[in-house]
Nanobody
């Protein structure tokens, strides 16, 4: 089965930087999308960024709230996605989740929507 493991969270001052990583293991299809979300207690989970695998077209996109500050990148060989977070603000404080989406194969097997356990990011002055 597919598993995701986030790392790199921590506490920083406003304007600081963190680099998150998410390693996916298991039966990872070559065509997939990995992304990052975050969630504050009592709030809905918020989409931040996604990056398609190279064979899927390598598309990258960002939410307006992080555009220009966060950078998503991938290592498809290692099935790892990163989120470089710069110019962090207090409102960036949240639990950050890694996500993997894979389409079903032509025979109807496989595919799914997978989540990591999350890593805490705290930005405080």
């Amino acid at each position: 089965q597919v598993q995701l493991a986030e790392s790199g969270g921590g506490s920083v001052q406003p304007g600081g930087s963190l680099r998150l990583a998410c390693a996916a293991s298991g039966n990872i299809f070559r065509v997939n999308v990995m992304g990052w979300y975050r969630q504050v207690l009592g709030k809905q989970r918020e989409w931040l960024a996604f990056a398609g695998s190279y064979v899927s077209g390598g598309r990258i996109n960002y939410a307006d709230s992080v555009k220009g500050r966060f950078t998503i990148s991938r290592d498809d060989v290692g099935n790892t996605v990163y989120l470089q977070m710069n110019d962090l603000k207090p409102e960036d404080t949240a639990v950050y989740f890694c996500n993997l989406k894979m389409s079903r194969r032509s025979d109807g097997t496989g595919g799914g929507d997978f989540w990591g356990q999350g890593t805490q990011v705290t930005v405080s002055s």
